[in-house]
């Protein structure tokens, strides 16, 4: 895994050979497809602990914070700041639905980000912060907005006014829901 994980972060997919993977991990070819079932499935291994570990990241910054609503904006911020890792960007980002397609990267997104989203979204609702009709859409919204945000942070990972101005742009949309602000649903 940290063989895999460290040339597929570094060279991406595409430019890394199993041949490459086992000699680097110090194991045989037969090794590699007894435990991964090859290349691929040792790809969707280290995307899955990289989803893993972004979301845990996720859950400890956010559960610092004072109310639901806070925590959503410590949860953006801190993605971006995960995206923004150059090992992260491509693993997630660009690899991830590349190589494993575009459905079966959606259903890890689901279990790992947006499973984190549609909890903080729900939260803040009960707790009487935003008011939006259907949590369900406004995730699926919102976590599409924050894959783009991401990889436009992760293609300028040097540039910190972009991430400034996508967090921004992200915690804007969001506080839109405010009901603080006297915004209610239609």
Not at 17 to 22: D, G, H, K, L, N
Request: glycine share 10%; aromatic share 6%; with cysteine.
């Amino acid at each position: 895994m940290d063989a895999g994980r460290s040339l597929f972060a570094r060279k991406g997919f595409d430019r890394v050979s199993a041949e490459e993977i086992v000699a680097a991990a110090k194991v045989t070819r037969g090794a590699l497809y007894h435990h991964f079932d090859g290349k691929d499935g040792l790809f969707a291994a280290v995307l899955s602990e990289m989803m893993s570990e972004v979301h845990a990241r996720l859950a400890a910054a956010s559960s610092k914070a004072a109310s639901p609503l806070e925590a959503l904006e410590i949860g953006i911020r801190s993605f971006l700041e995960a995206c923004s890792e150059p090992d992260c960007h491509r693993v997630l980002l660009v690899d991830g639905p590349a190589v494993l397609g575009w459905h079966a990267w959606r259903a890890l997104d689901l279990r790992y980000g947006l499973g984190l989203l549609r909890q903080g979204l729900q939260a803040a609702v009960a707790a009487r912060q935003i008011a939006i009709a259907d949590v369900e859409t406004t995730t699926q919204v919102i976590g599409g907005a924050l894959i783009d945000g991401a990889m436009l942070v992760g293609r300028n990972p040097h540039d910190e006014s972009i991430r400034r101005r996508v967090e921004a742009a992200l915690l804007q949309l969001l506080r839109g829901f405010s009901t603080a602000k006297g915004r209610r649903f239609l």
